[in-house]
Every structure is written in C-alpha cells, then in structure tokens.
C-alpha cells in the first residue's frame, strides 16, 4: 500500500483520481478520513472542474431524495474536464447521449416510464428462468477451465450482459462487440482499457460506435417489432411524438452498460469477498437461506457504482457547508456503505447482515431500474456456484479497474475444485 493520507485535502483528490479506486485499503482510508474530518469538502484537481465531495450516508440519502433541488443535469457523473467539454458539444448538437441519469422530472419521469415494466416484479418472475439457465451455463463453463481461470473474464464479465442482451432481444452474435464497447465506455480511465489517443476523442469515438450500432437497431425495430425491450423504446411515444434517434440509442446504451458492468464487479467482488473470508463462505454453503443477504452484503461490500453527481438548483447548505446554486456535489457510495453512523463494524463482510442499508442503488426517482434485476443476478449465480465449489482460492493479486465511475475488479485469478 502507497504512503498514508495526511490531510483531507489530499484525500478528497482521491476521488478524482481514477488510479486511487484501484488500491481499495487506500481508497477506504481517504474516504473515512473525509467522513470524520470533512464530510462535506470542497475538491479541485487536476483536469476537474471543482466539485464537493459528500461522504457520509445521511448526507447522501438527504440529497438524493431532493430531486426538485438536487438536480442531474446538467453534470451526473464525474468526467475530466475535457471530457464534460465534448459530451457538452455532442449535447449541442443534439447527437450525444441523454439518458434516464442525464435527465430531470418530468422529462425523467416520461423516460423512465418506457422502460419500467421491464424491470417490474412480474417481469423479473417472467425472467427467472432464463436467467436461473444462464447462470448454470456459467458454472458448468467452469468446470471446463480445469480448476483454473480468470473468474472475471470467463464468468463475471459475460453472464450479466447475456442477461441484459437477452432482454434487450440483441442477437447473440452481438455479443462480442457489446462487450467491447461497454468496456470501451467504462475502461476510458483505465490505460490498459483505453482506446488509444486523447481521452476525450476516444470516449467520443466510443459512444459515435455505441450510437450508430444502436441507430441502426432502432430502424429495425420500428420496422419489424419483436416484442422484447428494443422494440418498446424504439416505439415509444413521449407526447405523442417517438423518440429521437439520438435518444432511443442513449436509451439502449443506459440499458446495456448500467446492466452490465455493475453486475460483473459486484458478482467478482463478491467472489473475492468469498475467498478472503472462507468462514462466511462456509455460513453460506451451510445454509442458503443467507443468499439474499449475501448478495445485499456484496452489494455494499463492492458498491460498484463510484459516485453520480447533483448540481444545486438554489443557494443551499449541507451539514451546515454553503453550497451555490449551479455547484456540483459528488455522492460517494462506496463511502456511505461503510459509513460507522449507519453499519456496525462496516469494514467487516457478513453475509448474514441485517439490517443492510446501503446506497449502492442510489435513492430517490433515479433509484436504481435494475435493482431487482441485479439482484436476482446475483443470487442466481451463487446459489449455483456456492454448493458446487468444494474449494477455491486465489491464483494471483487480483487487479481493480481504475475509475471514478462504474467498476471494479478486471481480474480475479483463482484456482478451485467443483463437485
Ligand atoms: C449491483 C448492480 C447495480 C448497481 C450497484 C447499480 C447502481 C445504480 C445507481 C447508483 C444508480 C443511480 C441512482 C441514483 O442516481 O440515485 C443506478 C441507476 C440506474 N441503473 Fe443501476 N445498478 C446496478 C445494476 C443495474 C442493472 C442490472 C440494470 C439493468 C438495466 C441497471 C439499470 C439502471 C438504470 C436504467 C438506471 C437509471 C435510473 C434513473 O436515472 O432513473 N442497473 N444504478
């Protein structure tokens, strides 16, 4: 681990710092640092334009529930400066991406009214099934790798997305490309996962392909229906009018990428958090019954989701910091999942915990859409991963996705025994 923090300034650079989510022991001392000495801290770092960093859980929740004051628009995630500057221009030109986290009620609320029953419980019901036999084929994928493999780029990286490329209705020889450019989207802070140039044409050429791919399947979807997600945005009407193309895509891309790399990270994570803790893997082979808060417990244990971003719509003031209208607060989730105020002993991995209060899928109208369907992801791979593996562990460091956004492990080498 990397020399320790000395002052709350250094650690709220931290979050500006792709490379520091990839040391996680250090990542976690900056942030419990910031939650005891300045929660609510204003950051400027190289490349960003200013912002406050919110650590703790009550503050979190507080600005997420007021959706009227706590705006999306126009800065929800955190991007270097250049980056905000080109995704502004594409806005501009009304070809850049705008999606349920880019948007304020009550154009949010239309958007996310097209999507809402595919996530609903009976959907989720409807579902089980297919995923319940993906999650199967995984496993028994396993047994062939010979009692060793990169769990994340044999397992955790393609399961959640066939899921999500299933409800979309993309054909399976997609697959492939959609996972390069998802990992495109989120690997733009990671040198190993880049395209090659200047950060902000790479991530403008990222999203040029995510959006002509999906330009083209909108075409065909109004075209031919077929009764799966892709066909319901593709003919969705918001006040009588159907969605542009720029927005139908945006709306496949939120789709693709929100489903897929959060539940790769916290599936891998969660493995991980197996591994370096074989008594709570023993609680859970012993009794299935803890699965749902095990998978709850990996949820908050990896929070895969860094942070999204508010911008105040007023003078306002958190914990009593003045914050002016048109600034922007960063919400930490991996911070208020290990805030001492809401968990006991929260840096320790139990997968029996209860009450589990975490905000890995945010709060408010922007509450995570794919909640249930994340979960149920979850505990699906696990119910038949965990009685199958008669041991495991790791066959190597594994390695962290440097990112302020979504991630986490990219590689998870272990060695195992199935039954
Ligand atoms: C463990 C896995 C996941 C985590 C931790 C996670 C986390 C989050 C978070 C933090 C937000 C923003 C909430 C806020 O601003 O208050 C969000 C929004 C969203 N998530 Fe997830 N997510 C996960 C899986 C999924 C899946 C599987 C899907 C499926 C498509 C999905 C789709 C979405 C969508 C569409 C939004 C935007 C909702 C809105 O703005 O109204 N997520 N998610």
Same mark, same amino acid.
């Not at 960093?53 to 706590?70: G, K, M, Q, Y």
């Not at 609320?109 to 199967?136: H, N, T």
């Not at 790769?264 to 009794?287: F, M």
């Not at 508010?310 to 910091?321: P, S």
């Given at each position: 681990? /990397?020399?320790?923090?000395?002052?709350?300034e250094?650690a709220?650079r931290?979050l500006?710092?792709?490379?520091a989510?990839?040391?996680?022991?250090?990542?976690?001392?900056?942030?419990?640092?910031?939650?005891r000495?300045?929660?609510?801290?204003?950051?400027?770092?190289?490349?960003?334009?200013?912002?406050?960093?919110?650590?703790?859980?009550?503050?979190?929740?507080?600005?997420?529930?007021?959706?009227?004051? +706590?705006?999306?628009?126009?800065?929800?995630?955190?991007?270097?400066a250049?980056?905000?500057a080109?995704l502004?221009?594409?806005r501009?030109?009304?070809?850049?991406?705008?999606?349920?986290?880019?948007?304020?009620?009550?154009?949010?609320?239309?958007?996310?009214?097209?999507?809402?029953?595919?996530?609903?419980?009976?959907?989720?019901?409807?579902l089980?099934?297919?995923?319940r036999?993906?999650?199967? *084929?995984?496993?028994?994928?396993?047994?062939?790798?010979?009692g060793?493999?990169?769990?994340? *780029?044999?397992?955790?990286?393609h399961?959640?997305?066939?899921?999500?490329?299933s409800?979309?209705?993309?054909?399976?020889?997609d697959?492939?490309?959609?996972?390069r450019?998802?990992?495109d989207?989120?690997?733009?802070?990671d040198?190993?996962?880049r395209?090659?140039?200047e950060?902000?044409?790479?991530?403008?050429?990222?999203? /040029?392909?995510?959006l002509?791919y999906?330009?083209?399947?909108?075409?065909?979807?109004?075209?031919?229906?077929?009764?799966?997600?892709?066909s319901?945005?593709a003919?969705?009407?918001?006040?009588?009018?159907?969605?542009?193309d720029?927005?139908a895509?945006?709306y496949?891309v939120?789709?693709?990428?929100?489903?897929?790399?959060?539940?790769?990270s916290?599936?891998?994570?969660?493995?991980?958090?197996?591994v370096?803790?074989?008594?709570?893997?023993?609680?859970l082979?012993?009794?299935?019954?803890?699965?749902?808060?095990?998978?709850?417990?990996m949820?908050? +244990?990896?929070?895969?989701?860094?942070?999204f971003?508010?911008?105040a719509a007023a003078?306002?003031?958190?914990?009593?910091?003045?914050?002016?209208?048109?600034?922007s607060?960063?919400?930490?989730?991996?911070?208020?999942n290990?805030?001492?105020?809401?968990?006991?002993?929260?840096?320790?991995?139990?997968?029996g915990?209860?009450p589990n209060?975490?905000?890995?899928?945010?709060?408010?109208?922007?509450?995570?859409l794919? /909640?249930g369907?994340?979960?149920?992801e979850?505990?699906?791979?696990?119910?038949?991963?965990?009685?199958?593996?008669a041991?495991v562990?790791?066959?190597?460091e594994?390695? +962290?996705?440097?990112?302020?956004f979504?991630?986490g492990?990219k590689?998870?080498?272990i060695?195992?025994?199935?039954?």
């Amino acid at each position: 681990m /990397a020399t320790t923090l000395t002052s709350a300034e250094e650690a709220g650079r931290c979050l500006a710092t792709p490379a520091a989510y990839t040391d996680e022991a250090r990542l976690h001392e900056a942030l419990a640092l910031l939650r005891r000495e300045s929660p609510v801290r204003r950051v400027e770092a190289d490349g960003y334009r200013p912002f406050w960093a919110v650590t703790r859980h009550a503050d979190v929740l507080e600005i997420e529930r007021d959706n009227a004051l +706590w705006l999306s628009a126009p800065r929800p995630v955190l991007r270097r400066a250049e980056v905000d500057a080109a995704l502004e221009a594409h806005r501009a030109r009304g070809d850049g991406l705008k999606t349920l986290v880019h948007t304020d009620d009550p154009e949010h609320r239309e958007l996310r009214a097209i999507g809402a029953d595919w996530f609903s419980p009976k959907a989720m019901r409807e579902l089980q099934p297919r995923v319940r036999e993906l999650a199967r *084929r995984y496993v028994d994928l396993l047994a062939e790798h010979g009692g060793r493999c990169d769990f994340v *780029r044999e397992v955790a990286a393609h399961y959640p997305l066939r899921v999500i490329l299933s409800l979309l209705g993309l054909p399976e020889s997609d697959f492939p490309l959609m996972l390069r450019l998802t990992q495109d989207l989120f690997g733009q802070d990671d040198d190993s996962r880049r395209r090659g140039g200047e950060e902000a044409a790479a991530h403008t050429s990222v999203l /040029a392909d995510l959006l002509g791919y999906f330009r083209e399947l909108t075409a065909a979807r109004r075209a031919r229906p077929t009764g799966d997600l892709a066909s319901a945005i593709a003919n969705a009407r918001v006040d009588g009018r159907p969605l542009s193309d720029a927005d139908a895509a945006s709306y496949y891309v939120i789709i693709a990428t929100a489903g897929h790399d959060t539940t790769t990270s916290t599936i891998a994570g969660g493995l991980e958090a197996l591994v370096r803790h074989p008594g709570e893997l023993r609680r859970l082979r012993e009794d299935p019954g803890l699965l749902a808060s095990a998978a709850e417990e990996m949820i908050r +244990w990896v929070s895969p989701v860094k942070a999204f971003m508010r911008t105040a719509a007023a003078d306002t003031a958190v914990r009593g910091t003045p914050i002016r209208a048109g600034e922007s607060v960063l919400l930490s989730y991996p911070s208020a999942n290990r805030d001492e105020e809401v968990f006991d002993d929260p840096f320790r991995f139990d997968v029996g915990r209860t009450p589990n209060r975490h905000l890995a899928f945010g709060a408010g109208v922007h509450y995570c859409l794919g /909640a249930g369907l994340a979960r149920m992801e979850i505990q699906a791979l696990f119910a038949e991963l965990v009685p199958r593996l008669a041991e495991v562990g790791l066959d190597g460091e594994p390695a +962290w996705l440097a990112t302020t956004f979504v991630g986490g492990l990219k590689t998870l080498p272990i060695r195992y025994a199935l039954r």
